[in-house]
């Protein structure tokens, strides 16, 4: 056990996604407003966890919190609180290191972009923010996947991109290849089973060689991916992905300039 003890307010599905993780490693209090969902979450974590209503006057004095809300609620919750915390790290999506502070005092302040496969230990979280609390940040981050420093809020919201949004887009890719199958004949059922596979097997192998060895090391002369990937390059698949992280990146920045 880590000799921190974190607290995370809300509970939506990034602070459960979150809990499962930092459990293992931290002791933790889970603080939020909603009663039912707060008892939901004791059933399912009974070890090192506590939950307790958010009310008025909330001391985070000397507390490592964990801000799990909607980023439109930041300065409603803020005003809920009293003192000043020893870190905050924030998963606020595009909400501005400059606005975390004016908010929350914090010794140290530090935004992160976790996705969902937190749930599973899988997410891709990046960060960035107060150097003086990185170690710790970093370590935090790693409780439910892999976590990634960047130096500057520019780059937190082109990896936004694809970090956080990156679910959204491989599902699409997933959901149309499926449905190819089903095209051609085959099962949904099996489609499925079968685009689950691929996505699995495909993570270690991204994981050990560039994308485009990869590729080369599929596409044989005159083969079926050869044709396939004919098909791709004529629909600009690849510039609709490039658009695609231009588009969100763009939205990140708006939503943080809000
Ligand atoms: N979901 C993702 O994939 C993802 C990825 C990266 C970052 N994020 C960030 O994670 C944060 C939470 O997202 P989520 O998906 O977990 O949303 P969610 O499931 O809707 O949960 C939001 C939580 O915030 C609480 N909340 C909202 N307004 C509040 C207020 N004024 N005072 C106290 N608590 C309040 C909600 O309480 P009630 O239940 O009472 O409404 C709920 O516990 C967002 O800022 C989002 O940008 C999410």
Known sequence: ?????????????????????????????????????????????????????????????????????????????????????????????????????????????????????????????????????????????SCFGEALWLDSEKEIDIATAVAGSGPAFLALVAESLADGCVKEGLKRTDAQVLVQGLFKGFAPLIEENHPSLLKDAVMSPGGTTAAGYGALEEANVRNAMINAIEKAYKRAKDLGEK
């Open 1 to 141: 056990m880590v000799n921190m003890k974190l607290t995370i307010i809300g509970t939506g599905n990034m602070a459960e996604a979150i809990l499962h993780g930092v459990s293992k490693y931290y002791q933790v209090e889970v603080v939020g407003r909603n009663q039912k969902r707060l008892d939901e979450l004791e059933q399912k974590f009974k070890k090192n966890v506590t939950f307790s209503l958010l009310k008025e006057n909330f001391d985070i004095s000397h507390k490592n919190l964990i801000l799990c809300v909607k980023p439109y609620a930041l300065a409603s919750v803020s005003e809920l609180f009293t003192g000043q915390a020893n870190s905050h790290l924030s998963v606020l999506a595009g909400v501005r290191l400059e606005d975390l502070k004016r908010y929350i005092p914090a010794l140290h302040t530090v935004r992160t972009m976790p996705n969902l496969a937190a749930k599973y230990a899988k997410s891709m979280t990046t960060l960035c923010g107060d150097r003086t609390f990185k170690g710790e940040a970093i370590a935090i981050c």
